[in-house]
């Protein structure tokens, strides 16, 4: 009854914002936002951590190669890891100091990872390679994209895309807009909100960058209804004739998705298995062209990030300037220690976040929040039948039919689950949220996409030694 309950509330907020004229997409739930712990925290410097453990896994591609050994002295902004290829980006070290151990440990996105490992000095002394940079206005496009790409800029909204690549589209493909995701659908999360409030200029510098490596002179924010305060700073900041629109969306998750935020402000579809860069479009975050800023104008890699540490057994809900390699337990410290029966720790937000065994994971690139939750909020009653309700079919904002991948994943008829669409799931989590049998449909379909993964591997492997 409850799940049925939210569903039907879900279909009336919906239509409320479709009569306040607000721009959204098809399919799309409600979940509750808690955002009330950390939306009023201003930005927080976390304190100088003594040590640090910086992956050199940090965005999707490959993992950055080391650059220092043991005993190597660094310096802030330095790099400590190169770019393995153009899909990838190097890492940089977040504190002064020496580097104690490269080698694997845990990572947030699960199991370990290479990663390198200082012991600060306690000093902040930046590298001499970090200096600003006075002619940003006769920058060309190439030059643009060459030092973000060197400053190591990944998406901060969770993807961690390398950002150069993005700007990188192919001659065939042109771009007209940028698109900033200002939206932050997951519940729970802040960092967002709170660099819109405090650093709206610089974000719009950042989106004005993207634009220039681009060649277009359409830009765009989105941002959920829900944060009036942020919609009204932006659109402060936007300097006349610059271009720059900043755009009310209706309150609803997935709304900040970018095939879902190129349908609801441009009425753009961007095709099955496509790109958003097939549309003409290009979307990044907002804490991205904050960094974008940072490497362009200040010559600073990206060496810290803005991530929200919230959830009822949190003593004091935070929003922190955090230094990348920062490990949560440091920060968890900070935030005036756990209170009350701890159950479960998700970095990310509940929709699409993972689960941790341990504290000692660091801050990366791609982590926009950490989030506690208490016995009472964690429910993990045993998946009942499907009911073949439709519900999952109805929130689905990609339009597929998610018991039918499932059904084919569970089999392991991995042909039919790509047929019908298993890879263009954006694993938003839409479906198992409004499921009354609590299937686990999102943790099948990362199964099958592995699987489909693994069989593409095989397959051209087999290629390569036919041809051999």
């Not at 996105?109 to 200096?131: F, L, P, T, Y």
């Not at 926009?368 to 998946?383: K, N, T």
Request: charged residues 20%.
């Amino acid at each position: 009854m409850r799940r049925r309950a939210l569903v039907l509330a879900a279909r009336v907020i919906q239509t409320r914002g479709q009569h306040l004229g607000l721009k959204t997409f098809s399919g799309g739930v409600h979940p509750p936002t808690a955002k009330g712990l950390t939306k009023g925290e201003a930005i927080v410097v976390a304190a100088l951590p003594e040590r640090v453990v910086i992956p050199l896994r940090q965005s999707l591609g490959a993992p950055a190669t080391p650059c220092v050994s043991v005993g190597d002295d660094v310096k802030v902004g330095q790099r400590i890891g190169d770019a393995a290829g153009f899909v990838s980006v190097p890492v940089h070290a977040s504190i002064a100091g020496t580097v104690s151990a490269v080698g694997r440990f845990p990572h947030p996105v699960g199991g370990e990872q290479d990663a390198v490992v200082i012991e600060g000095n306690g000093s902040e002394e930046w590298h001499e390679s970090v200096r600003p940079r006075e002619d940003v206005g006769s920058l060309a496009s190439d030059e643009i994209r060459r030092i973000i790409q060197d400053a190591g800029l990944a998406g901060l909204g969770g993807a961690a895309f390398p950002t150069h690549v993005k700007l990188s589209p192919p001659e065939s493909k042109p771009i007209d807009t940028v698109i900033l995701n200002g939206a932050e659908c997951e519940p729970w999360l802040t960092a967002d909100h709170r660099l819109m409030l405090e650093k709206p200029e610089e974000i719009l510098q950042g989106l004005s960058i993207f634009m220039r490596a681009l060649g277009c002179e359409r830009g765009y924010v989105g941002i959920e209804a829900n944060k009036p305060d942020a919609v009204q700073a932006m659109r402060k900041a936007v300097p006349s004739g610059s271009g720059l629109t900043i755009v009310p969306l209706q309150v609803k998750y997935p709304q900040g998705a970018e095939k879902q935020l190129i349908q609801a402000i441009l009425r753009r579809a961007v095709p099955a298995g496509g790109l958003p860069m097939d549309v003409g479009v290009v979307v990044q975050n907002v804490g991205t062209a904050l960094a974008a800023y940072e490497a362009v104008h200040l010559g600073r890699p990206l060496t810290r990030r803005v991530m929200t540490l919230t959830g009822t057994p949190v003593a004091r809900p935070s929003n922190f300037l955090a230094r990348i390699g920062t490990l949560v337990s440091d920060l968890v410290e900070q935030a005036g220690s756990l209170k009350g029966d701890l159950a479960k720790v998700v970095s990310g937000g509940p929709m699409m976040g993972i689960a941790q065994f341990t504290l000692d994971v660091p801050v990366i690139k791609g982590l926009s929040g950490m989030l506690f939750l208490a016995r009472g909020e964690v429910h993990a009653a045993p998946p009942d039948p499907c009911i073949r309700c439709g519900h999952c079919v109805h929130s689905c904002p990609m339009k597929l039919v998610p018991t039918t991948i499932e059904k084919f994943v569970v089999a392991e008829k991995i042909d039919e689950a790509v047929r019908v669409g298993l890879l263009d799931c954006i694993e938003c989590g839409s479906c198992a949220y409004v499921c009354p049998s609590r299937r686990r449909l999102v943790h099948y379909f990362k199964y099958g996409k592995y699987l489909a993964n693994e069989r593409r591997k095989a397959q051209a492997t087999e290629a390569e030694t036919k041809e051999g």
